[in-house]
């Protein structure tokens, strides 16, 4: 969980907490205060957490929290010290609460803080294009260029030797050195993460950033979105082709190639030395092992182990599906 | 049909109509003038309406237009108060026809009418970005935000609420109360209609627009083009993801979730509380039920009925798929 | 090749040729100096050339070219007249001393070179809307129009009757009469072809380029690569549908009809009246025959005779797969 780029409103009176589940708990004292909302196992004893899910029960056992959301099927698992708060949908709850903590995280509108680079510091530092805008707490390292009409929105790091695109927008991004972003790219915009509900949807904070490491190339049209609890991550000297889509929490290894217009849902996780064909799609909450192929168009739905190389839809061996399709 | 948006150049007198069709019919009166092209139900006495297909026999024989483009087969089902005109290729002759009405509904050029939004009235009514343009026809309910370099083009309206991106642009359109179109989306172009002629094609006019009913969510880099002789709808509360294309004529219902890089090809119909998987495909002319869910991926080519999960290409029942693709 | 685009840094002395090679060869005099890199066929004496694979026995035996990068299996194939430059890898070294002759052909950084359309010979011969930008070695034909906040880049000639759409690049290209391309587009970025390198990989330069021909249509948010080694060719009156991707070096013939989210993999031959469904994708290097149509959503991976339907993943003939799928 990488909280760098989003002011913590914290600590917040736990009585506010309640109010906003609607509850109501006449144990607790007004004095008491809540730092931050994280994870079973990053939280410590200043902090709120969930749990939402017998898997994690484990972890729950040994958390510091000393607040949980959680149900009444799972409160028992928690330790002594930790109060239970028994709602109804943990994972709405916890929407709830940290939008409370990072109200900054949900709404993606565009952002305001922004100045022309010529008014900014950068002015004679960056190569830049026409009609650039840079907001607030950005920073930029030695020899980078930014093409016309490109938006680096708040909370930005670019590093050394980078090149920027024409018409891109980058917010809530950390990108290391000689790492190339052409053209059109929007890059740290929040994923597609909601509660479903009827007539109005409840949208989570999305807490987390882009990493994009050492000498990666992004295509033109990308969309990489941040993270919601984790981060998006592109390893180092991955390179990505035109119109690629990568949602929230996906983390690729070092060296892979993947080709257009290919796909890969929320919180996947891409080995190192992959290679992946032009409009495959990779499922959501996967793992793909290192050194694996996968065919253009081919459709991932279930994890793939190191060095093998998978075709078709469902994607399976390609000597297999080769076979079959003669 | 909704001609809210264009410029209708009628009433037009019946012998430019014949002369832009090549006939030659010295039955009528100079004077005679007709005010608008409409569909055989729509169509009063003062309009010219067209007829290509027996399936709309029925409608055909109780039109109240005055007149009527056909073929030599279908001229007899016409009531006696409706005359023929006589042509080879009825869709053709339509469009050119429908251009002489709407000659503003096929030219896409970018919109000569923009000022720059602090020109406009909105100037002290919308939070706004840099390098925001506003065409003619334009209206923009309280509370909204328009991102950087974003263009509204003409013949849009902005309900309450409403957050637009950045780099995007939207034209024809009518957008409800708290919509969200995030960045580098193009919204209300005309589609992909034209008859295809050798050495140049022949574009038919588009005059549907674009709604996007209530609580919306449109991703980044999405499309969605304008219907042509009907309009592009999507219902409330339904959320796009990134890098959708959604062609003209569409319609698709309330409380439905679309993954990215979904394509809907033109004039399908989509249920209410639909989900559909990422990159998956609905081909056009289709009807897809209420609370269908459509696997990432898919391919559907055919309809599919209310609660029903399909997945594979061609789609088909989830569970006779996996069970296939083991 | 088309090299008209590409300032060529030649003549370069054959030491610093060897010196990039780190070969030492103490039998060249250090006067002799080398005008080009082109292909076997085209290259005259005083170019230098590259031979990396059998297949090209043939053309080896009879080129004109004074020196070749080769490999110790190949090089006794060259006739006496052509000097053998010994390397390991023939591509990767040929990369290098392309990049030698075209550096600007590598790096796609932003054109620096743009000023605003008013302020050049363009501002009353084009209709051009708010903050469009002009690079060098331009040219536009007589009624074009361009849309706000497009940029034409360096090396692009716009023919008669072009309309350009908003929020567009091009660079890199060729555009004839009575064009049109939409909104959102790139078009002439440097293809993705690079030699994989373990932590950072090589790119060769692209000195091909774009080739529309008339009357073609480009939808809203294409992506359309130059050619690396020869040119990416979209034949008269073909048309685009939005969000579509053409790789480098790909010829699409006359006549044909693409619609939306197609992508076609590097080196492609697509016929003249071809009809490509939306989304469906084709490799690199196949050949499709004239007259033949894809089915939407299909995945061809290999060369397809004329006047054929194919549909499926891998695609084969459109009847055999409806029966196998029912």
């Known amino acids: 969980m990488s909280q760098t780029f989003y002011y913590n409103q914290g600590p917040l009176k736990i009585l506010d907490i309640l109010k906003t589940l609607n509850l109501k708990d006449n144990s607790f004292s007004e004095d008491i205060k809540v730092f931050d909302i994280k994870d079973l196992f990053s939280a410590n004893t200043s902090d709120i957490s969930f749990f939402h899910s017998k898997k994690y029960q484990g972890i729950a056992q040994k958390t510091k929290a000393s607040f949980c959301i959680t149900t009444q099927n799972l409160k028992n698992e928690l330790p002594k010290n930790c109060k239970a708060l028994i709602v109804e949908n943990v994972l709405v709850s916890t929407a709830k609460i940290t939008a409370l903590f990072y109200p900054n995280a949900i709404n993606d509108n565009f952002d305001e803080t922004v100045l022309n680079i010529s008014e900014t510091e950068f002015n004679n530092k960056v190569k830049f294009g026409k009609n650039v805008l840079i907001g607030k707490n950005v920073s930029i390292g030695s020899n980078c260029s930014i093409g016309h009409n490109t938006i680096i929105e708040k909370n930005v790091s670019l590093g050394e030797n980078c090149s920027i695109g024409s018409n891109t927008i980058i917010r809530n991004s950390l990108i290391k050195d000689n790492v190339k972003i052409l053209d059109n790219c929007v890059i740290g915009k929040h ?85 992946i064909g032009g409009q495959a799609g990779i499922s959501g909450h996967l793992k793909i092992g290192d050194n694996v192929d996968i065919a253009g168009g081919s459709g991932v739905i279930k994890d793939i182990p190191n060095n093998t190389k998978v075709m078709g839809y469902p994607a399976k061996n390609i000597r297999e599906f080769l076979r079959e399709n003669k």
């Open 191 to 275: 994923g597609f993460g909601f509660f479903p509900m009827k007539n109005s949807n409840l949208r989570y904070p999305h807490i987390g950033i882009v990493i994009i490491e050492d000498n990666c190339e992004i295509g033109c049209g990308a969309t990489i979105d941040r993270g919601s609890m984790s981060n998006t991550i592109i390893g180092k000297n991955t390179y990505l082709d035109n119109q690629i889509h990568i949602a929230h929490n996906v983390n690729i290894g070092e060296n892979s190639i993947i080709a257009g217009q290919v796909g890969i849902a929320g919180s996947s996780i891409i080995g190192k030395n992959v290679r």
